[in-house]
């Protein structure tokens, strides 16, 4: 049962990621709402339920927007492991650890997303990072704090 429950979450959240998100965007800056479902994944499940979704998930946003095969996948796996860590790494940090870890999730994401979505192009590493991975991951952590705080128990749960 919990499975199908997560099966119906991801697709509801790709649904949402492929046709809602990107009337959010703020220039080519979009949120990644199946970022923030995969590190709730993988906080509440582990790090190997995350890393499972995450390549299954990034696979099919991959296929349905124009991003390359496999740049949503990689960025989702890493941080679907991240989160694996953070779940047993947690309950030593406090809430500044824990933000500043949760943020590091979604900045690494961000910048193998981005580096692999603009390979082609002639931007520095320092520009990459300045220009997309930090406002993209800052993006993505200010939507993940608005979702925290209307979910009844938190997205990471009671004990969070």
Not at 84 to 111: D, S
Request: no cysteine; hydrophobic share 60%; proline share 2%.
């Amino acid at each position: 049962m919990k499975i199908l429950n997560y099966l119906l979450i991801f697709f509801a959240l790709l649904i949402l990621q492929i046709r809602i998100i990107p009337f959010l965007s703020i220039g080519k800056l979009l949120p990644d709402v199946l970022l923030i479902g995969i590190v709730v994944l993988g906080v509440r499940e582990g790090g190997v339920a995350a890393m499972i979704t995450a390549l299954f998930v990034g696979l099919m946003k991959d296929a349905f927007t124009t991003s390359w095969i496999g740049a949503s996948m990689l960025g989702l796996v890493a941080a679907g492991f991240l989160a694996g860590l953070y779940r047993h790494a947690r309950y030593r940090m406090g809430v500044q650890g824990k933000l500043l870890f949760l943020f590091m999730i979604m900045f690494v994401y961000n910048l193998i997303y981005y580096f692999l979505y603009l390979i082609d192009t002639r931007l520095s590493v320092v520009d990459l990072v300045v220009q997309f991975a930090i406002p993209a991951a800052i993006y993505t952590f200010i939507l993940a704090g608005i979702a925290h705080f209307l979910a009844p128990r938190g997205l990471l749960g009671d004990e969070s």
